[in-house]
């Protein structure tokens, strides 16, 4: 298996424009997600889904950030309008299950100027 | 927060030498496990240790868990310098998801 894919790997945008990150999970897990890493504030839970419905969204930071998840093989977490404070990496996880070992992709570096 | 707190923050030893690192939480838990992050990678999973085990072992690498005290421990026997990375706890309050700690920056000097 190739693992979870995540695109694209970096991002630099100004502030304003629209970000989207892309997600893959690996085939057959059932849990997704999406975590943002910065060096203020570690690693936050931004939301997860479960057999593609979204289940907990509480550590998604105000309204410009949204996340969707079509169907098994694919999630995105959009933010619009993007600002300086988004600047961050962003992860994908993928699992088995909300409590089994998540799987990570290499995640997308997003620099908003 | 449930969210596991690492000590210490950082942590600098020789290779060959152990390193220990530790995990406090503040809830009854199901499981719990260690993961590791190389500088601008993903997390990579360790091992996972279950609330009614105590030790677990896994090549170089022993996790102690006391739910007593609400602490675990991450031994990183002969460590080298590829083992140079962050590691992270990860504590699920029953029935949720697992949450991560802050992390223990782990430096081997070769």
């Known amino acids: 298996d190739a693992g979870v894919i995540q695109s694209p790997r970096h991002e630099v945008t100004e502030m304003g424009q629209e970000v989207t990150l892309r997600c893959k999970p690996i085939s057959g897990h059932n849990s997704l997600f999406w975590y943002r890493q910065t060096m203020m504030r570690g690693l936050e839970l931004l939301i997860y889904f479960n057999n593609n419905v979204p289940i907990d969204d509480s550590g998604m930071p105000e309204d410009r950030f949204s996340a969707k998840m079509p169907n098994a093989s694919f999630s995105t977490l959009k933010i619009q309008p993007s600002e300086p404070r988004d600047s961050a990496v962003y992860f994908c996880?993928?699992?088995?299950?909300?409590?089994?070992?998540?799987?990570f992709g290499p995640g997308t570096r997003l620099l908003v100027l | 927060s449930q969210q596991g707190e690492e000590d210490p923050q950082a942590l600098s030893i020789q290779e060959g030498e152990n390193a220990t690192m530790n995990c406090s939480y503040k809830t009854s838990i199901n499981n719990l496990q260690w993961y590791r992050q190389n500088s601008g990678r993903g997390l990579v999973h360790l091992i996972l240790?279950?609330?009614?085990?105590r030790e677990k072992h896994s090549g170089r690498l022993r996790v102690t868990l006391d739910t007593s005290k609400k602490s675990s421990s991450l031994l990183i026997t002969a460590s080298r310098a590829a083992d140079t990375a962050s590691y992270f706890c990860a504590t699920d309050v029953a029935g949720n998801q697992f949450y991560f700690g802050t992390g223990t920056s782990l430096t081997v000097i070769p």
């Open positions: 996880a993928s699992s088995g299950g909300v409590r089994e070992t998540q799987y």
């Open positions: 240790i279950r609330s009614n085990e």
